[in-house]
């Protein structure tokens, strides 16, 4: 006996239910890939077309187009469906080029980097 009733399509865990759909898919790296799902194999290897990555520093944004995008499985953290008839941004977010996004980047990858060397140099202090 099925608990699931063919309206609850809902409860489906394959992508198929997906196809043809606008999706966010996270990667282990931070990237954020969003694209309308054309296809997936059993290794949740999926083809996104009209691919974009949405890059977000602070209050500014850029989303830069990737076309046809092919997205190995095993880089898949999230993928989750976009609602079309909501707005994606909070309304305080700026669109911005992808020069001025990319140097936005290095800025705060730079300030990481030198707070995880500062880190580390005042690990002596800690007295456990």
Do not use: H
């Amino acid at each position: 006996m099925s608990w699931a009733s063919p309206e609850d399509v809902f409860l489906s865990t394959s992508l198929a239910t997906y196809l043809d759909r606008k999706l966010l898919i996270l990667l282990r790296d931070g990237r954020k890939i969003f694209g309308i799902l054309r296809s997936f194999d059993q290794f949740a290897n999926v083809v996104l077309e009209a691919a974009f990555e949405r890059v977000i520093v602070g209050v500014n944004y850029c989303d830069i187009p990737l076309g046809l995008y092919i997205i190995r499985g095993e880089n898949v953290v999230l993928i989750g469906e976009l609602d079309t008839n909501t707005e994606e941004l909070p309304p305080n977010m700026t669109l911005v080029s992808e020069s001025t996004i990319r140097q936005a980047q290095k800025v705060e990858r730079e300030a990481s980097d030198l707070k995880g060397m500062i880190r580390k140099r005042m690990e002596f202090l800690d007295m456990d």
